[in-house]
């Protein structure tokens, strides 16, 4: 069964830092892109940023580039996502997500964490 | 980058069909057959009912389906059912991102 499990939110001051986390399992993680994909309070999807199954390419949002930098630990089949300069337009839920193919790189979502709240606020 | 354009709100009685759109541009939905749409029930996090345009994941019922038309997508859900009441978001892909609409909420009378 694929599990993604997501921890390391919570509240954070605007110009903080703060780092999620994505345990994966159930699934030969290093054959998969992965994304992190956010949605703020009462709001739509917002795509965040892709890394590839080796790690050896990232992709991320204009919104977050140059603040958020999505990494990969195939050998703990870990994903991560450090946030930086955080602002309050940043506070949202963070879904971790699994491409829907093997090697491939934001075509499609098969299966999501839970979600975890990331709240920046003074 | 603009995001995906989809209606607000669409409602329908039990047993009816509904249909939502999905538009995007010649550079996104019009361009590659990686439209995808999710459903998703309040607190809960989104689901994949339908991926590559009109393929439907194993579990999800065969009331849903999806069809592409220049730079439009289309998520019918035939036979609606009281559990279908959920938002519904459409994502395309563009080389190196994702672009999601606003959301449809889907209301059953």
């Known amino acids: 069964e694929v599990q993604l499990l997501e921890s390391g939110g919570g509240l954070v001051q605007p110009g903080g830092s703060l780092r999620l986390s994505c345990a994966a399992s159930g699934f030969a993680f290093s054959n998969y892109g992965m994304s992190w994909v956010r949605q703020a309070p009462g709001k739509g999807l917002e795509w965040v940023a892709a890394i590839d199954a080796s790690g050896g390419a990232t992709f991320h949002a204009g919104s977050v580039q140059g603040r958020f930098t999505i990494s990969r630990d195939n050998s703990n089949d870990m994903l991560h996502l450090q946030m930086s300069s955080l602002r309050a337009e940043d506070t949202a839920i963070y879904y971790c997500?699994?491409?829907?193919?093997?090697?491939?790189?934001?075509?499609?979502?098969?299966?999501w964490g839970q979600g975890m709240l990331v709240t920046v606020s003074s | 980058q603009s995001a995906l354009t989809q209606p607000a709100s669409v409602s329908g009685s039990p047993g009816q069909s509904i249909t939502i759109s999905c538009t995007g541009t010649s550079s996104d939905v019009g361009h590659y057959n990686y439209v995808s749409w999710y459903q998703q029930h309040p607190g809960k996090a989104p689901k994949v009912i339908i991926y590559e345009v009109s393929n439907r994941p194993s579990g999800v019922p065969d009331r849903f389906s999806g069809s592409k038309s220049g730079d439009t997508a289309f998520l019918t859900i035939s036979g609606l059912q009281a559990e279908d009441e959920a938002d519904y978001y459409c994502g395309s892909y563009t080389p190196g991102t994702t672009k999601f609409a606003g959301g449809t909420k889907v209301t059953v009378l």
């Open positions: 997500a699994k491409e829907g193919k093997p090697m491939m790189v934001v075509t499609c979502f098969d299966y």
